[in-house]
């Protein structure tokens, strides 16, 4: 999920949830959207450009 804090990742397997924002490497927080393509990459978008 995309917020304005960056990205929250759900473990499928212990039901956790997890922030990955500056703090774990992404060069921004504010995040629009999150799309995975036909091969398997996840671009995102921000207020800053997008991200592959």
């Known amino acids: ?3 304005d804090r960056g ?3 759900y473990d499928l397997t ?3 949830l ?3 924002g500056r703090a ?3 060069p921004f927080d ?3 959207q999150l799309v995975l393509d ?3 990459y996840f671009w995102i978008s921000s207020n800053r450009g997008g991200l592959s």
């Open 18 to 20: 997890n922030m990955i």
């Open 38 to 40: 036909q091969q398997g």
């Open 7 to 9: 990205l929250v990742a």
């Open 30 to 32: 504010k995040l629009f």
């Open 14 to 16: 212990t039901g956790a």
């Open 24 to 26: 774990q490497g992404m």
């Open 1 to 3: 999920m995309t917020t």
